[in-house]
């Protein structure tokens, strides 16, 4: 009865104790929860180092990855990658379609053999990727790299965006994942590897270009997805009708494919005023003059003003950042940060680290790792140097997280509903088994893990029961039941 | 307010109590009502195969209203020709199939495969992705359904839940199975029977005492283990019976072809679902040939080879295919289709009254259309299944209101016989 009794009474407690007060955790967690959530979780010496600078400074300095130098081994090892600094133009010089030669098209063979050529952009820049969440130590810019990626997504297995993502994620989405939003969606907007993936180089006034071959008519693709995942969110009230003008507005935003010389194909944005529709349009209550290319800047611009706008995005934040189900009263906080300062994510992210929410101790540990998040994490806490990155990317597809690979254009969750089932439980523990015994061809001169030094890494940051499971294990296997545990696979 | 850690670790724990019991409370335990089974013993036999076209298959390609000319003058470049050479397969006059799907024509002369035409969800929403969750969580309309219907199926089908009873073919959990049920997932694949490390026993004992809790977690990994013993010694059964040919490229047909020795080695496997993706055709669809026709021909030969894999498991089957909405009944600029509205369902089984063509047609003129665009809906999704519940896993009104809380008052098709 008094079992009972208590249960029912603490039941009533944390019921309707987070909505009333949050009850901050304590402050020996902190180090370790900055980590996990600014970043990849620990590597070895990181909890020392933000420890020493104390946490506000080390959130600070993650705001402004800029101030952060980039240890000279990772710059050598991204520059040591053949296509990562190729320009956009080099990249489809060198690795796009054979171009016709006399006016006959190319041979298929020619043709399929380039195709699987261009194959080492889309694997160097999985290593390029992996190698900067593992070692990068701007950890907050890394992540948001991968957030906002997938808010953007593109799928890199549709034909030519093959040859882009890698120039899409360092042009389009690097430079602004903490700037105004409105300069990262032009930026997506813009670029090719966009307007491939989502069509709208097709995207044509019916009757403003008749000649041509095969674009000739009006796509919703972009228009669609632009409005329901880039921007506004899919209750943002937007009509059928918008999404048509919108689509209208965008006519003859694409990019064009010339052939330079013999050799070169090239594909550059491009904004071509006789694909455009030039009819005024009433575009979510307001009028936009049928112009030019300025019409689609003023729609992007009411985009990304939007309250809608400030509200998806910001939600979007919160749940990457503290919790699947974010408090509706951190989001409307966060938007009115967005409102208040334009769309500034270093702003909104700030007043997010600063939050009673992200400091509340019913969230510590309550997101669960992604597979991507899960894999590095792993190895930045095993202290292995990766110089072969095909396991890490064979991990990723076994878990059902393939680098560059989501399909559709929502792009990978980051919740525990998509991520944990039974099979990736097993795949993880897998992974976890063979790190811990050094068993897995990452590098020449594996090792495997030992116990006290990822107790270290994490601060003793363990539960009593895994720590019981730990030491029930027999010895070999201890270092391995920590990879595997519970507080590895959340954060 | 501050606490110190004590007082905090107890705090999480009284958590950790409250926000996990609900789960640990249903597992793979008792079924809900042992009765139904005595009477019904065949109930354990039934199986249901849920195959979901994500990305909105064009519904007017797959079956094709042919008799009607305003099909040909929407869709000048895209339309399937009813002529010979075309070899679309005819139905019943007015409506042909795509001639990619030969596949599954036999099913169609044998009366085993029908389609409900112009069906869909009542909910007008064009987004692909609330389509697929009002589909998958089965409440059109509200999208905070926590549960996917399948795993409310699962809860209601009677006796004792065993690991493999629901099975989901991937690497993720979909959300049509998520909920308080355990469910099994795997990744039918080359490599699928390839050993792990979690299956030496020192590596499986010290998780075993790691993951023996009932939180979310540990349900997963327990679920995990005792599903791929199962799965394992079905797969390495099926291995032997294949060694000895080369290896192939991995296609749908042959993880259906899996799948279905799956199933016969594994009586307990009753509700299944896998899914394909490539139908979102925006840019040249393509007619005959082309994007379109190269999905729709793996497709065709993937069920077809899942009902040969069958065999007389077919006669306990039903498969059905789904997809979150059809297509624009006019062709875009790009000679492909943008999002719109009634669809085709596919319905599949050696008990299903097939040949024929299910539901009301609401016809092609302007007026009929959806919002003068789109095929319009006149059969729920949501009837359609229930009368596969109804009808085939024997569910009665009480189960049935668990796996769809708010059944449409609309007519169920005749799918049985």
């Known amino acids: 009865m008094r079992r009972i009794l208590l249960s029912t009474v603490s039941c009533i407690l944390v019921l309707f104790q987070p909505a009333v007060f949050a009850i901050e955790m304590p402050s020996e967690f902190k180090a370790l929860h900055v980590l996990n959530r600014l970043g990849f979780g620990p590597s070895p010496g990181d909890i020392k180092r933000v420890d020493d600078m104390g946490i506000d400074n080390y959130i600070k300095q993650q705001l402004h990855p800029e101030n952060i130098p980039l240890p000279d081994s990772l710059t050598q090892q991204l520059n040591s990658l053949s296509t990562y600094s190729l320009g956009f133009d080099e990249l489809t010089e060198e690795y796009g379609p054979p171009p016709r030669v006399n006016g006959q098209r190319p041979d298929p063979e020619v043709v399929k053999a380039q195709r699987k050529k261009s194959q080492i952009i889309v694997q160097e820049a999985i290593q390029a990727r992996l190698m900067q969440a593992i070692e990068s130590p701007r950890q907050l810019q890394e992540l948001l790299v991968d957030f906002w990626y997938n808010h953007f997504n593109v799928f890199a297995q549709k034909e030519l965006d093959r040859l882009w993502i890698g120039d899409y994620e360092r042009n389009a989405i690097r430079p602004y994942v903490l700037g105004r939003f409105r300069d990262l969606l032009g930026a997506t907007a813009k670029h090719p590897a966009m307007l491939f993936y989502l069509d709208n180089w097709q995207n044509v006034d019916p009757n403003s270009f008749k000649n041509a071959r095969k674009a000739k008519g009006l796509n919703e693709n972009y228009a669609r997805e632009l409005m329901e995942l880039h921007t506004l969110g899919v209750n943002g009230g937007y009509t059928q009708d918008d999404v048509i003008a919108l689509a209208k507005i965008l006519t003859g935003w694409g990019f064009h494919g010339k052939q330079r010389g013999d050799t070169q194909v090239s594909f550059d944005f491009e904004f071509n005023p006789r694909r455009h529709d030039p009819n005024d349009q009433v575009f979510l209550g307001q009028t936009i003059s049928g112009g030019g290319q300025e019409?689609?800047?003023?729609?992007?611009?009411?985009?990304?003003?939007?309250?809608?706008?400030?509200?998806?995005?910001?939600?979007?934040?919160?749940?990457?950042?503290?919790?699947?189900?974010?408090?509706?009263?951190?989001?409307?906080?966060?938007?009115?940060?967005?409102?208040?300062?334009?769309?500034?994510?270093?702003?909104?992210?700030?007043?997010?680290?600063?939050?009673?929410?992200?400091?509340?101790?019913?969230?510590?540990?309550?997101?669960?790792?992604?597979?991507?998040?899960?894999?590095?994490?792993?190895?930045?806490?095993?202290?292995?140097?990766?110089?072969?990155?095909?396991?890490?990317?064979?991990?990723?597809?076994?878990?059902?997280?393939?680098?560059y690979g989501c399909f559709s254009p929502d792009g990978y969750k980051n919740t525990q509903a998509a991520w944990l089932n039974p099979d990736g439980m097993l795949r993880r523990i897998n992974f976890a088994t063979a790190i811990g015994f050094g068993r897995v061809n990452i590098n020449d001169d594996q090792f495997p893990v030992s116990e006290d030094d990822l107790l270290s890494v994490y601060d003793h940051q363990f539960s009593a029961s895994t720590m019981q499971a730990v030491d029930a294990a027999l010895p070999r296997l201890r270092a391995v039941v920590l990879l595997g545990s519970p507080e590895m696979m959340k954060k | 307010m501050d606490m110190d850690r004590r007082q905090f670790l107890k705090y999480m724990a009284s958590l950790f109590v409250i926000s996990l019991l609900p789960l640990g409370l249903t597992g793979w335990a008792a079924g809900l009502d042992d009765n139904i089974l005595q009477a019904n013993p065949e109930l354990k036999r039934k199986k249901f195969i849920v195959l979901f076209q994500r990305g909105a298959v064009d519904g007017l390609s797959v079956v094709v209203p042919h008799g009607d000319g305003r099909y040909y003058d929407a869709r000048p470049t895209i339309a399937i020709p009813s002529d010979s050479q075309s070899e679309m397969l005819d139905l019943n006059g007015y409506f042909g199939l795509h001639?990619?799907?030969?596949?599954?024509?036999?099913?169609?002369?044998?009366?085993?495969?029908?389609?409900?035409?112009?069906?869909?969800?009542?909910?007008?929403?064009?987004?692909?992705?609330?389509?697929?969750?009002?589909?998958?969580?089965?409440?059109?309309?509200?999208?905070?359904?926590?549960?996917?219907?399948?795993?409310?199926?699962?809860?209601?089908?009677?006796?004792?839940?065993?690991?493999?009873?629901?099975?989901?073919?991937?690497?993720?959990?979909?959300?049509?199975?998520?909920?308080k049920m355990s469910v099994s997932n795997i990744a039918l694949g080359k490599n699928d029977n390839h050993p792990m490390a979690i299956d030496r026993p020192m590596v499986e004992n010290a998780f075993d005492m790691l993951y023996k809790g009932d939180d979310a977690l540990s349900q997963a990994y327990q679920q995990g283990q005792e599903a791929r013993k199962q799965l394992m010694v079905d797969l390495q059964k099926h291995m032997e019976m294949a060694s000895g040919g080369a290896p192939s490229p991995y296609g749908f047909a042959d993880s259906a072809r899996r799948l279905a020795q799956l199933i016969n080695e594994d009586p307990n496997i009753q509700l299944v679902f896998l899914d394909l993706g490539g139908w979102d055709t925006h840019v040249n669809q393509g007619a005959v040939k082309g994007q379109l026709a190269g999905h729709l021909n793996g497709l065709g030969n993937g069920l077809s080879a899942l009902v040969n894999g069958l065999g007389n498991a077919y006669n306990d089957t039903v498969i059905m295919v789904m997809s979150e909405f059809g297509r624009t009944f006019k062709e875009n600029g790009d000679g492909g289709t943008d999002h719109g509205h009634g669809n085709a369902m596919w319905v599949m089984g050696g008990s299903v009254k097939g040949g024929v063509i299910q539901g009301q047609w609401p016809g092609l003129d302007n007026d009929s259309l959806y919002e003068q665009r789109d095929l319009a809906v006149t059969t729920d999704f949501r009837s359609v299944i229930s009368t596969v519940l109804k009808q085939h896993m024997l569910l009665g009104d009480d189960q049935l209101t668990t796996v769809f809380p708010m059944i449409p008052q609309v007519p169920s098709p005749l799918l049985f016989m």
């Open chain 1, 295 to 403: 019409e689609v800047e003023a729609a992007l611009d009411v985009l990304a003003r939007s309250p809608q706008t400030a509200q998806h995005i910001c939600y979007q934040l919160a749940q990457f950042f503290v919790s699947d189900a974010p408090d509706p009263q951190l989001v409307s906080q966060l938007a009115q940060v967005y409102e208040s300062t334009d769309g500034d994510i270093r702003s909104i992210l700030e007043a997010l680290f600063k939050s009673s929410q992200f400091w509340d101790g019913k969230n510590y540990q309550a997101k669960f790792k992604t597979p991507f998040q899960y894999v590095v994490s792993v190895i930045r806490a095993s202290g292995q140097q990766v110089t072969n990155y095909r396991p890490l990317m064979g991990m990723l597809q076994q878990l059902g997280e393939p680098m």
């Open chain 2, 99 to 179: 001639p990619s799907l030969s596949g599954v024509f036999p099913l169609w002369q044998n009366k085993t495969l029908t389609f409900v035409h112009a069906c869909g969800s009542p909910d007008p929403t064009r987004s692909h992705f609330d389509a697929q969750n009002f589909m998958e969580c089965g409440t059109p309309g509200n999208p905070s359904t926590p549960d996917g219907w399948m795993n409310r199926l699962l809860s209601v089908l009677p006796g004792l839940h065993a690991p493999t009873q629901a099975l989901s073919i991937g690497p993720v959990l979909p959300k049509i199975f998520q909920g």
